[in-house]
């Protein structure tokens, strides 16, 4: 089982910054990819970013490209969210997740964190 608790999140103008984190408990992650997803009011459950634990290597949905990054500290067991040029459209509940994998695919992930919101304002 891998424990996960997300924070950081909350109320941001747009332009502004948040850094999300997720406290990831309960295994050791060298051989799991962790992932960003965030669900907007009315909308589907979308893939933000992943990054293999291990390696470092990253994936990241198109729609935040250069203006997102995903990080984790090893030491810490926490994956990072780094928002900058948050918009209105990026108004969500921010979940992480964690697959034991090697393949970055925004599928199949198994554990999941409760979520937390951002809120972005115009």
């Known amino acids: 089982q891998v424990q996960l608790v997300e924070s950081g999140g909350g109320l941001v103008q747009a332009g502004g910054s948040l850094r999300l984190s997720c406290a990831a408990s309960g295994r050791t992650l060298s051989n799991y990819v962790m992932g960003w997803f965030r669900r907007a009011p009315g909308k589907d459950r979308e893939f933000v970013a992943a990054i293999k634990w291990g390696v470092g290597s990253t994936s990241y949905a198109d729609f935040v490209k250069g203006r997102f990054t995903i990080s984790r500290d090893n030491a810490k067991n926490t994956l990072y969210l780094q928002m900058n040029s948050l918009t209105p459209e990026d108004t969500a509940v921010y979940y992480c997740?964690?697959?034991?994998?090697?393949?970055?695919?925004?599928?199949?992930?198994?554990?999941w964190g409760q979520g937390t919101q951002v809120t972005v304002s115009s």
């Open positions: 997740a964690a697959k034991f994998s090697s393949a970055l695919t925004p599928n199949a992930y198994n554990y």
